[in-house]
Structures are given as structure tokens and as C-alpha cells.
């Protein structure tokens, strides 16, 4: 829309276009200026269905979300008021298609070149207010949860809202009911369910009993992939002495070309998927015959119990991911190297019934260990 909303006539004067596209540039004006912000504006504009500059130019990617910054580049574009505005950007070398933009201070403004849209007068209260509104913005406290909790329906982050002391859907903060739902959670209920976990964790760790369980269930998958391995190593061979045999068979004249071709592909196809599962398990048995360290954990879990503080450092030590659901609940994904240390934590908070409140859940690579399998 920013370069859309007039066009070159036969005679070399910019004309105003016909369409809507003028009426949309004047009501984001008018929306600014009684008040209402970028993004505020930006969300309006999609749930009443007003085309994006991307779509109105016929764009491969475009998309039918209006952004806050796109909101405020028709804001301060002199386009609107009837200038002609030239030297945006400039080239860096000959040698390169790269450009670098230059300082708007710079730019070579020429006034009067076609009929206005907005009033100077407006457009200038509208730029002072664009750096009035700028300057008195409070810096954006970063909260505990920030970047690490996601809505499960659409994917976006959580945004903090201090009125309802927890986390929404980032999608919904922003453009309503039109693409997700109003969820939330409470801050302290994910601090809670977090430090319950660990407690926990702490409490079936300090067991001599439980760790030999685990390892006894580790031995067993161990004693099972390493069968698997086994069996798949046998089939392999036999593939390839198939494939010696069929050779013969066409060296002697005994099949035709195209049997020998067919086999040939089919063998190739089999082996491939063999492969595949042979180097997952060899993977995998490799970290499993690795040794059991508990010591390290236990000792950072044990000050977390001793001084029950959740703070950043421990949260992104022991949390990938949160995932809230639609009803409020949180998915919480822990964070081990070790999939040992996973198999323990899921076992661990799953041993106890559990409120509905939470579900945990460690990284999907590691779920196999579970000692529920």
C-alpha cells in the first residue's frame, strides 16, 4: 500500500487511485491520531479483512496479517501528503546487488507531485506524536517464562500480561479471536508445578533402590536393540549374497537384464531402510552402555530443594520448551543431555498421581526409555 495508492498517468502526473486503498491509508491515520497504537491498529485492520499492501500488490508471499510495523511505515511515508520521495537506498559497489539504506535526513523530497491523501498538518502531528509515544515508552520488562513458553494451538510465544498475572497466546494478544483462542496461565501455578517436579525428582534420586531400577530397565532395552542389531546384520548379509548370486545367475544367462535390473532396485530399496535402522540402534546402544552419572544432578537439585528460588539460570537448565494447552494447562518438556537423566525425571513425575494442572513431558528422543515401556 505504501507504493500503491497512486499511479503514473499517460501524462506523467501521479494520480490518486480509484480503489479503497486511500480510505485505508486515511483510517490508520485517523486511528493514530485518536490514540490507538501500531499494533492496536494492525489488529483491527486484519479482523475487519482490509487487504495488506503485500496482497494489493499482487505479492507470491503475501499475507493477509498487517503487522505494527507495516502500520507505522504508511505512517511515516510523505508519499501520502503529495511528495515525491527519491534516494531511499544506494548502491554499496559495482561488484555487488546489495543496498544499504540511507539516513532519512538525506533523502531527496520533492514536494507537490500529486494530489495528497492526508493533510501536512496531520501527517506532522501524526510524526511528532510517532516520537513522543517512542521516547516515554517504558523498557519491556522480560519475564521469567519469556521465550520459552508457547501456545500449543498456533505455535507463537506467550506474552506476559501484568492484569492477569500470567501468560496469553502471543497470536491472540495480537489479532483476537480470529486466529487463536483467549488462554492463559498463571505465572506462580507454572513456578509451582516446576519446583514440584524438581522436589520430586530430588526425592527418588536420593534412593539407592530407585537408581538400580533404572539401571535394571536400561539393561533390558540394551539386551533388546542389541538382538534387533543382530537380526538386522543377518538380513543384510543375506541381501548381499542374494545379490552376488543374482549376478551369477545373469552372467550364466539364467535371467534376463531387465529380471536382474529389478532385483538390483529392490535389493538397493531394502538395504537402504536397513541401514537406517541398523545406525539408529548403534546409536543408541552406544549411549545406553554409557556410565550412569548421578552425582552432578543430584547435587544441583539438592540446592534448588535447599533454596527453592526459581530463577532464569535454573529454568533454562532443566526446561526446553513449555507448551500451553487450550484449557490453561502446561506441557513442560525438561532438559537432559542424558537420556538416562530423562528416563528418570519421566518416571519420576508420573510416579504420583498428579492434578490435571500440569503434564510433563522430557524430549521426545527420550521417551523410549520410559520406565512405564
Given at each position: 500500500m505504501t507504493n500503491s495508492t497512486t499511479k503514473l498517468s499517460i501524462s506523467g502526473v501521479l494520480k490518486v487511485r480509484v480503489d479503497s486503498t486511500p480510505d485505508v491509508v486515511r483510517r490508520i491515520f485517523n486511528s493514530y491520531l485518536s490514540g490507538?497504537?501500531?499494533?492496536?491498529i494492525a489488529r483491527e485492520l486484519f479482523e475487519d479483512g482490509i487487504a495488506t499492501p503485500s496482497e494489493?500488490?499482487?505479492?507470491?508471499?503475501?499475507?493477509?496479517?498487517w503487522h505494527g510495523s507495516t502500520v507505522r511505515k504508511i505512517l511515516e511515508n510523505q508519499h501520502y501528503i503529495g511528495n515525491l520521495v527519491q534516494q531511499k537506498e544506494t548502491s554499496i559497489s559495482v561488484t555487488t546487488e546489495k543496498r544499504k539504506k540511507i539516513d532519512p535526513a538525506?533523502?531527496?523530497?520533492?514536494?507537490?507531485?500529486?494530489?495528497?491523501?492526508?493533510?501536512?498538518?496531520?501527517?506532522?502531528?501524526?510524526?511528532?506524536?510517532?516520537?513522543?509515544?517512542?521516547?516515554?515508552?517504558?523498557?519491556?520488562?522480560?519475564?521469567?517464562?519469556t521465550n520459552i513458553s508457547f501456545c500449543s494451538n498456533c505455535g507463537k510465544s506467550m506474552h506476559y500480561k501484568a492484569n492477569r498475572k500470567g501468560y496469553i497466546c502471543g497470536a491472540y494478544n495480537k489479532y483476537g479471536h480470529t486466529k487463536c483462542s483467549d488462554h492463559h496461565v498463571r505465572e506462580n501455578g507454572l513456578i509451582e508445578a516446576i519446583s514440584n517436579d524438581i522436589k520430586q525428582m530430588f526425592s527418588a534420586l536420593s534412593t539407592k533402590s530407585?537408581?538400580?531400577?533404572?539401571?535394571?530397565?536400561?539393561?533390558?532395552?540394551?539386551?533388546?536393540?542389541?538382538?534387533?542389531?543382530t537380526n538386522i546384520l543377518k538380513v543384510i548379509e543375506n541381501i548381499k549374497k542374494d545379490k552376488t548370486t543374482a549376478l551369477r545367475m545373469?552372467?550364466?544367462?539364467?535371467?534376463?537384464d531387465e529380471e536382474y535390473r529389478l532385483l538390483i532396485e529392490d535389493n538397493g530399496i531394502q538395504l537402504a531402510k536397513l541401514n537406517?535402522?541398523?545406525?539408529?540402534?548403534?546409536?543408541?546402544?552406544?549411549?545406553?552402555?554409557?556410565?550412569?552419572?548421578?552425582?552432578?544432578?543430584?547435587?544441583?537439585i539438592e540446592r534448588f530443594v535447599q533454596n527453592p528460588v526459581l530463577d532464569e539460570e535454573m529454568l533454562h537448565k532443566l526446561i526446553e520448551r513449555i507448551e500451553i494447552k487450550e484449557d490453561g494447562s502446561p506441557r513442560i518438556h525438561y532438559r537432559f543431555s542424558d537420556p538416562y537423566i530423562s528416563s528418570i525425571f519421566l518416571r519420576v513425575t508420573h510416579s504420583t498421581p498428579r492434578a490435571p494442572f500440569v503434564e510433563t513431558c522430557p524430549l521426545?528422543?527420550?521417551?523410549r526409555f520410559c520406565m512405564r515401556c
Open positions: 490507538k497504537g501500531f499494533d492496536r494489493i500488490a499482487g505479492k507470491r508471499n503475501s499475507s493477509s496479517l538525506n533523502y531527496v523530497v520533492i514536494e507537490n507531485t500529486h494530489k495528497p491523501i492526508i493533510s501536512k498538518d496531520d501527517f506532522h502531528v501524526v510524526q511528532q506524536l510517532i516520537s513522543e509515544r517512542k521516547r516515554k515508552r517504558p523498557y519491556a520488562k522480560k519475564h521469567l517464562f530407585f537408581q538400580k531400577d533404572i539401571e535394571k530397565k536400561i539393561a533390558n532395552f540394551i539386551q533388546r536393540d542389541q538382538k534387533q542389531l545373469k552372467i550364466r544367462g539364467e535371467i534376463q537406517e535402522e541398523k545406525l539408529k540402534l548403534e546409536k543408541g546402544l552406544l549411549q545406553q552402555k554409557q556410565t550412569i552419572d548421578f552425582t552432578k544432578l543430584i547435587q544441583q521426545a528422543a527420550c521417551i
